[in-house]
């Protein structure tokens, strides 16, 4: 089992940046494909990007193709998230995902989930 807490969330004003941060512990990190999700109130858990074990393979929703970074450091059992370009659509609780299985971007496709961090973009 693999425990993940986000850190990194807050208040930004539209076209700001924020580094979302994936801390894990227990089982061994760089065994996990790791995801981002988002959750807007009212609305259906999305996906957000997803990293491979290497760190070579990423992939991303079409929505924040080009603003969002993800990557992550095996040595720091940590997963991140760099958003630049911040618009208030982007407004959501994240959270991380660890799948043992594949890139993947459905939310069942994961096994383990975090808490969440709320990210909230001022227009």
């Known amino acids: 089992q693999v425990q993940l807490v986000e850190s990194g969330g807050g208040l930004v004003q539209a076209g700001g940046s924020l580094r979302l941060s994936c801390a894990a512990s227990?089982?061994?990190?760089?065994?996990?494909?790791m995801g981002w999700f988002r959750q807007a109130p009212g609305s259906e858990r999305e996906f957000v990007a997803v990293?491979?074990?290497?760190?070579?393979?990423?992939y991303y929703a079409d929505s924040v193709k080009g603003r969002f970074t993800i990557s992550r450091d095996n040595g720091k059992n940590t997963v991140y998230l760099q958003m630049n370009s911040l618009k208030p659509e982007d407004t959501a609780v994240y959270y991380c995902a660890a799948s043992e299985s594949k890139l993947a971007i459905r939310t069942y496709e994961y096994d383990y989930w975090g808490q969440g961090t709320q990210v909230t973009v001022s227009s």
């Open positions: 990293i491979s074990i290497s760190g070579k393979t990423t």
């Open positions: 227990g089982r061994t990190f760089s065994s996990y494909f």
